[in-house]
């Protein structure tokens, strides 16, 4: 279980409550207003935004200092090492091919009829260890060969690829977003993944393939030609800049030109090579740690599906051996370890090194090359969960918190629909999930000690539905899905903005049913 520095017994300040709801509201409106008018970094914001709050609630500077940084520490502790080893094992996946190894055997034994439903359980899967622009970027190529080859519409086969993976990024560990509020809420992970997967099934089928067969009748979106796979052979200089890479995503993203101009010509539906684009290439041809050439070789479909799943599946066990299992006994000790986050992930990656990399060709220093790479990316990711982790326990130890929790009680006001409704508050206002997630959690943390243990999971996942409502223009991820889609912004509003509308309301009655059956 992820647990963040305890609060303070008494309040940093003396500020009465008309005070401190001033601050408050002055501290969250100052990151909202430098992110989306100001165009500050949300790491800044975040920083800014904990200092106004601060000051205006009279904390001392050496007090609102320590506890910035008290925030800080402890969520990077608890957050960082995951979020770093769940990147780690998706670079291994998008680099060595195991995850176009994944989409062929699935998508190429079924129906056009049954793709779209195929497309959002493969998102879903690949979505487990890949961030949601990675796999975004991973998956596009895919789906507009797909839709071009079978003739079914891009809508149909690409809003469930997307609904695969922003749920699976909102709502399941090891994402930023659910650890975030795993950590803020104290809450279970184990419980917490268990009930995020409940919910995140019959979420991605409404907002999947139910809502892109309807959508693809108001939306005749076209696969653009200049994102368009072409049969290109991989370099062989070491590039590490293949469909899967992050580095490919900020190229694309970009320009958004430096894919083929064409279809490949092939009947078959998806190769190797069509995965391909130009300028771009796998990490080269594989190497032994002699510098010799080696043959190039694409990992096998199940030993690149259970690398996927091991760290789920240790987690879920850790689980159910606590609902189970009586404490001491050496079955329920093996478990919890086995299952705690950190060991969970990090088994994975060292199975990923020998079932992805080494299995694909790739000397020690190439699978080296792959897990260091896949790190830098994250950077940015790492920087704006810490910071919001500061913000987060300025809050707390201001006492915003213990105010909200008192206001809840007396208006009789649900956790979960609190939670809710101040993250999509938030994620409207800023267009980052990530800091939805992180202030919503820290605002509604008091409240979780009046919940039994299911009822904190299910408040950190409501905080991850509300996080995701209605991503619009101030939002990056909506104009990547517009370039990639070739859409106007109509047409993104009409089917990314609603469909992530979808899957915060539908995640959110998801919520409340396990609510009222737990």
């Not at 809502?211 to 009748?217: D, E, K, V």
């Not at 290439?281 to 996927?308: I, K, M, Q, Y």
């Not at 993104?492 to 899957?503: A, D, H, P, Y």
Request: charged share 10%; glycine share 14%; aromatic share 4%.
């Amino acid at each position: 279980m992820l647990t963040l520095l305890a609060a303070p017994a008494e309040p940093a300040t003396s500020a009465g409550d008309a005070q401190l709801v001033v601050a408050a509201l002055l501290g969250i409106a100052a990151v909202v207003v430098l992110i989306a008018w100001g165009k500050v970094h949300p790491f800044l914001a975040l920083i800014l935004g904990a200092a106004v709050l601060g000051v205006v609630a009279a904390m001392a500077p050496d007090t609102m200092i320590e506890s910035f940084s008290a925030g800080v520490g402890s969520t990077v502790g608890g957050v960082g090492l995951l979020i770093a080893l769940g990147a780690m094992i998706g670079g291994l996946l998008a680099e060595s091919g195991g995850a176009d190894g994944i989409v062929n055997r699935v998508v190429g034994r079924v129906s056009g009829t049954a793709l779209p439903w195929a497309m959002a359980g493969v998102a879903a899967l690949i979505g487990l260890p890949l961030f949601f622009e990675v796999g975004v970027v991973l998956l596009v190529p895919i789906v507009l060969l797909v839709s071009l080859r079978t003739d079914v519409p891009l809508m149909k086969i690409g809003i469930p690829a997307l609904a695969g993976l922003s749920v699976l990024h909102g709502l399941v560990p090891p994402h930023p977003g659910p650890l975030v509020a795993i950590s803020s809420l104290n809450a279970d992970l184990g419980l917490t993944l268990g009930l995020g997967l409940i919910i995140a099934i019959p979420t991605v089928i409404v907002a999947g393939p139910v809502f892109g067969n309807f959508i693809a009748r108001y939306v005749p979106a076209t696969a653009p030609a200049a994102l368009l796979p072409t049969r290109q052979p991989a370099t062989t200089g070491g590039g590490r800049r293949g469909p899967g890479s992050p580095a490919a995503g900020r190229d694309r993203e970009s320009d958004g030109r430096d894919a083929g101009r064409g279809p490949a010509g092939d009947d078959d539906l998806l190769t190797d090579d069509d995965l391909v684009n130009p300028g771009s290439g796998r990490p080269g041809a594989p190497v032994d740690d002699s510098g010799t050439e080696t043959a190039r070789r694409t990992p096998r479909f199940w030993p690149a599906v259970l690398t996927v799943l091991l760290p789920v599946v240790l987690m879920l066990l850790r689980a159910v051996g606590e609902l189970t299992l009586a404490d001491g006994t050496v079955a329920r000790q093996t478990l919890d370890i086995a299952g705690a986050p950190i060991v969970a992930l990090l088994a994975g990656v060292i199975v990923a090194m020998f079932t992805l990399g080494y299995q694909a060709g790739f000397s020690r220093s190439q699978v080296s090359s792959v897990l260091g790479g896949s790190l830098p990316p994250i950077a940015g990711i790492l920087l704006i969960v810490a910071a919001g982790g500061g913000f987060k326990q300025v809050l707390v130890d201001a006492g915003v918190g213990d105010l909200v929790a008192d206001a809840a009680k007396d208006a009789n006001l649900s956790p979960l629909l609190l939670g809710w409704l101040v993250a999509v508050g938030i994620r409207v206002a800023t267009g980052s999930a990530t800091v939805a997630t992180i202030t919503a959690a820290g605002i509604v943390a008091p409240l979780a000690a009046t919940l039994d243990r299911p009822g904190v999971a299910l408040l950190a996942l409501a905080v991850g539905c509300g996080s995701l409502f209605f991503s619009h223009v101030n939002d990056a991820g909506f104009w990547l899905v517009k370039e990639y889609f070739g859409l106007t912004v109509g047409q993104t509003i009409k089917s990314w903005s609603v469909l992530e509308t979808i899957i915060s309301v539908v995640g959110f009655a998801g919520v409340l049913l396990l609510d009222l059956l737990l």
